[in-house]
């Protein structure tokens, strides 16, 4: 090793301040940090190479490699001619002939992952004799998508007057990466029973919370989607269904009909009756009349004294 020749106490010295210069650069990234460039989907992103080319060259000078996953070239240059692009990428890159940055306009999802740009220089030199690498450091592409506004329905399950028992369900679509969702009941925070729905790894998610409850009182419920740090969310009003208030009830159209019915039959039958009994007393009146009239007639008659006469006789 060398040190033998010298003091162990210097030997350990050295050790020593390597590690500390070790330690150093850890501290001060010295080791190679890992580049992560965020875009959402649609738009359109740049991923930055680790190489610049001088203002007194020209891209004729080298060789550029895109390539995404270590194995798939996205885009090539050599010579400062294009001589391959991928069929995925077609019309969606550009690559910027001064510092080799990569455009991808339109990125998708399926986008992300680790890409490495490699650029080597095809001028030899004594030291260097032919193409030789300059650089090949990695950048990783994140691409998010926004979720839809999340939809909150209820639907009610029973009812009776001192509560009222609904499923809420809170859903939400399109979005990535693989999101969270919890609710909010008048600002306590409770867990829903979640599914989630993807095709793959690298596709949209849909997402669905449900959420059984027994509602005593009107309640507030806020849901929530949280996903790459961002939040979207609606409430909705879960309302008591029955509060068992005994309404009056109309009076139905038979029940009208024969309140109609009677009445009218009532006011005929008094109609009649005040026609009928005045009538019917003055001809028993008149009646009357007619025989004390007969009467006192036969009394006053002088046959009716004879026959009185002969009675008193006898």
């Known amino acids: 090793m060398g040190c033998l020749p010298v003091p162990a106490s210097w030997c350990l010295k050295r050790w020593l301040g390597l590690g500390l210069i ?5 501290t001060l ?3 190679q940090e890992k580049k992560v460039v965020k875009s959402k989907a649609g738009e ?16 004729q000078n080298y060789r550029v490699y895109w390539q995404m996953n270590v194995t798939d070239v996205v885009l090539a240059y050599s010579g400062g ?27 998708e999802i399926l986008d992300s992952g680790p890409y490495q740009c490699i650029v080597q220089s095809l001028q030899s030199s004594p030291d260097k004799p032919g193409s030789h690498l300059l650089c090949g450091e990695p950048v990783t592409l994140f691409v998010t998508a926004d979720f839809s506004k999340p939809n909150v329905e209820k639907e009610v399950t029973a009812s009776s007057c001192e509560s009222t028992e609904m499923v809420v369900r809170c859903s939400s679509h399109g979005g990535f990466p693989k999101p ?5 009941l008048n600002n306590m925070s409770v867990v ?20 059984w409850l027994n509602v005593s009182k009107n309640i507030n419920f806020t ?12 409430s909705l009003l879960l309302a008591k269904a029955n509060d068992c208030i005994v309404s009056a009830a109309l009076p139905s159209y038979n029940v009208i009909t024969a309140s109609t019915i009677i009445i009218i039959t009532f006011l005929l039958a008094v109609s009649l009756a005040a026609k009928y009994f ?15 009239e007969d009467v006192k007639e036969i009394m006053n008659s002088p046959h009716s004294c004879k026959v009185t006469c002969e009675m008193s006789s006898l």
Do not use: M
């Open 22 to 26: 070790v330690l150093y650069c850890i």
């Open 180 to 184: 969270k969702i919890y609710g909010v």
């Open 29 to 31: 990234g010295c080791a």
């Open 81 to 107: 001619e294009k001589i391959f692009e991928h069929s995925r990428y077609v019309n969606r890159t550009k690559l910027d002939l001064e510092n080799l940055t990569l455009w991808i306009s339109s990125v």
């Open 192 to 211: 829903l029973n979640t599914t989630w729905e993807s095709e793959s790894s690298l596709s949209p998610y849909n997402v669905t919370g449900t959420l």
């Open 278 to 292: 005045p009538r019917h007393a003055c001809s028993h009146c008149s009646k009357n009349q007619a025989s004390a």
């Open 44 to 59: 359109k992103v740049g991923l930055p190479c680790c190489y610049k080319i001088p203002s007194s060259e020209s891209l």
């Open 223 to 234: 849901c929530f989607v949280e996903y790459d740090g961002l939040l979207r969310s609606t």
